[in-house]
């Protein structure tokens, strides 16, 4: 079918239950064939802090929620390390269906596509203006593509806020799963934290 954009899925009522059920419907792209279900955003509607990731891991897909894996957990650390209440956040990803490669019985992650972000991008731009959080985390690449533009380097402008609108700021940093990844974790964690510190200080 190839990727017709997530635009026709939206719901009339925009309010973020129903585009929580809209989007368990979404065909959008490809990437639906092959997931367990759509992984929506999750956490209060008027949060202060918005944290976006790549794409559901494996234990998102078979929950149905983002950010409970591994990389969650590492993640909820760094939250709570900066001061961040966790009930003020509200989380997501730029894809909201697990994209993998069957390697016997594992599911090994693959990294979404332009197509496949730019299809999922209308959910993203929902929940944003929905949610219009002062800070916005934005975790790896792929979240910086679909919120800051392909030119946007995280290695480059990590920890910087970026104005979203008046009052309101990005600030990107590494995903929690390459801190797994990192051949030194405590160097890997410590950057990612103080980038986090950095998004805690400024609302």
């Given at each position: 079918m190839?990727?017709?954009g997530a635009e026709r899925f939206l719901?009339?009522?925009v309010s973020l239950p129903?585009?929580?059920?809209?989007?368990?419907?979404?065909e959008g792209c490809d990437l639906y064939r092959n997931a367990t279900q759509t992984v929506f955003g999750d956490g209060v509607p008027?949060?202060?802090?918005?944290?976006v990731g790549e794409q559901p891991g494996d234990q998102e897909d078979r929950r149905?929620?983002?950010?409970?894996?591994p990389a969650g957990h590492m993640l909820d650390k760094a939250l709570e390390e900066a001061g961040i209440d966790r009930e003020r956040v509200y989380v997501t990803n730029a894809v909201k269906h697990f994209k993998f490669e069957p390697r016997g019985k594992r599911r090994i992650h693959q990294k979404p596509?332009?197509?496949?972000?730019?299809?999922?991008?209308?959910?993203l731009e929902a929940e944003m203006r929905l949610v219009d959080p002062l800070v916005t985390v934005v975790l790896g690449a792929t979240a910086a593509r679909a919120l800051l533009g392909p030119s946007f380097r995280v290695t480059?402008?990590?920890?910087?806020?970026?104005?979203?609108?008046?009052?309101?700021?990005?600030?990107?940093?590494?995903h929690p799963s390459a801190i797994l990844r990192a051949p030194d974790r405590d160097?890997?964690?410590?950057?990612f934290l103080a980038d986090i510190r950095v998004a805690a200080a400024l609302p």
């Open positions: 190839g990727n017709i719901p009339g009522e129903a585009l929580r059920e809209a989007a368990r419907h979404c008027d949060a202060t802090f918005m944290l149905g929620t983002p950010f409970v894996g596509n332009a197509a496949e972000i730019d299809a999922c991008r209308p959910w480059r402008h990590r920890g910087e806020p970026v104005p979203r609108r008046d009052g309101a700021y990005y600030v990107a940093t590494i160097a890997a964690y410590d950057g």
